[in-house]
């Protein structure tokens, strides 16, 4: 089945401790992104990918990383959290052209 | 600068009748258009395109519009069903070297039965 896995579904952490939300796509797509979702401004996005060892800034990128060393991989990666990155986030997989993008179930993070 | 808009937050409609979500852009560049739809605990999933060449879309139930000089787009669903209650997103994708798909910030749709 073609599907985007995230991993953890829930998170609760603290302040400044280190986290990697992981996420793997068996499409074999190029194309990575990173989303998060925040009551009234919707789905932003964090960083993108379009190939290994290919990564780019979205509109939030400030306090994530990322890293594409596979294909199918594309962890974020949150050195030190803040509460303001208390979010629901999303990371998609698509065809080099975007003609539609695969999502994720989603991870819900709390920093405290 | 919000560059995709869904100026309504929510929308409520009968089952049967006819549901019209709509979204406004801004960015001329945006060559492709998507709608997406979102349930509670799940990831957004794709639900019909339509590319900036075309004016019209249509997949079962569900039509997307795209008027080019007004920079706007609507889906009709028809007819609706409770199935179909979820938030709905539009998103526009820009042409050129990264194909970033840009999101507004949804609607949410109840269909009561």
């Known amino acids: 089945e073609a599907q985007v896995t995230q991993n953890p579904r829930y998170l609760i952490t603290v302040t400044g401790k280190k986290l990697t939300v992981t996420c793997s796509q068996n499409?074999?797509?190029?194309?990575m992104s990173w989303y998060r979702q925040d009551p009234g401004l919707g789905l932003r996005q964090i960083y993108y990918?379009?190939?290994?060892?290919?990564?780019d800034k979205g509109d939030v990128p400030e306090g994530y990383k990322v890293s594409r060393k596979e294909k199918r991989n594309f962890p974020l990666i949150l050195e030190s959290p803040s509460p303001n990155q208390t979010s629901l986030y999303f990371c998609?997989?698509?065809?080099?052209?975007?003609?539609?993008?695969?999502f994720g179930s989603g991870t819900q993070l709390s920093v405290l | 600068d919000q560059q995709v808009k869904q100026n309504s937050p929510s929308l409520s409609v009968q089952e049967g009748r006819i549901s019209i979500l709509n979204c406004d852009y801004t960015?001329?560049?945006?060559?492709?258009f998507l709608w997406y739809k979102k349930y509670p605990a799940e990831g957004p999933t794709f639900l019909i395109s339509?590319?900036?060449?075309?004016d019209k879309n249509e997949d079962g139930r569900f039509t997307v519009f795209l008027n080019k000089s007004a920079k706007h787009l609507s889906l009709h669903i028809v007819p609706s069903q409770p199935g179909d209650s979820a938030v709905y997103f539009c998103?526009?994708?820009?042409?050129?070297?990264?194909?970033?798909?840009?999101f507004g910030k949804g609607t949410l749709l109840t269909v009561n039965p």
């Open positions: 998609a997989s698509g065809g080099t052209y975007n003609e539609k993008l695969f």
């Open positions: 499409m074999n797509h190029e194309y």
């Open positions: 990918s379009m190939n290994v060892e290919v990564t």
């Open positions: 960015n001329s560049m945006f060559d492709y």
């Open positions: 339509i590319s900036s060449i075309k």
């Open positions: 998103a526009a994708r820009s042409g050129g070297s990264n194909y970033k798909l840009t």
